[in-house]
């Protein structure tokens, strides 16, 4: 439970990285927007570490191996994933403006939060939409991402890890939220 509420933290990291090098002008407000839940799913983290070291319950045994991330096809696959997100959200921007932008980051959202943030951040950096705009695509494919992922861990993992999981992570999506309406 613990690594999967780190691998969001990293996650929405790695989208703040998206945005600075996608879109620096943006980036403030992305810090803003992100770090709210990041310091969220640290904080919950902190506390389920503080919580099993006191338990001193035993780690199940858990055995899985590593691709190669150096491997050219899954990068190559990202790669045209990401460019499919950016020209669909541009498309979608130009027939249906934000909303359209908007409804794309939240069907990308689904897979990969990271392709939606390039696309809303590139958006932005181009003055194709605004820096709103492109705050709520980053926030709307955040927040399905989420709903995904909680989705998933309840039908994959059961209820226990659900459990252990569905507080940090809603948390997280609604630290975004109500970060968004702050700003």
């Known amino acids: 439970a613990t690594g999967i509420v780190l691998a969001n933290v990293a996650s929405a990291i790695a989208q703040t990285l998206v945005v600075a090098v996608a879109a620096p002008a943006l980036l403030r407000d992305a810090v803003v927007l992100l770090g709210a839940p990041i310091l969220v799913g640290a904080l919950g983290t902190l506390a389920a570490v503080r919580f099993l070291a006191r338990n001193e319950r035993a780690a199940p045994d858990a055995a899985f191996q590593l691709a190669n991330p150096l491997e ?22 130009r ?5 359209g932008v908007v409804v794309t980051a939240a069907i990308a959202g689904t897979n990969d939060v990271h392709a939606a943030t390039l696309a ?8 194709s939409i605004t820096t709103g705009d492109a705050l709520l695509a980053i926030l709307v494919a955040f927040v399905v991402n989420m709903i995904v992922k909680v989705t998933i861990v309840g039908i994959v993992g059961g209820r226990r890890l659900l459990a252990a999981t569905a ?6 999506a609604a630290a975004a939220i109500a970060t968004y309406f702050a700003l």
């Open 72 to 93: 050219l096809k899954p990068a190559v696959l990202m790669a045209a994933a990401f460019a499919a997100v950016l020209a669909i959200a541009a498309a979608a921007g």
């Open 167 to 172: 507080p940090p992570l809603v948390a997280m």
């Open 120 to 127: 809303a951040s590139t958006l932005s950096a181009a003055g």
């Open 95 to 99: 027939r249906f403006g934000t909303s």
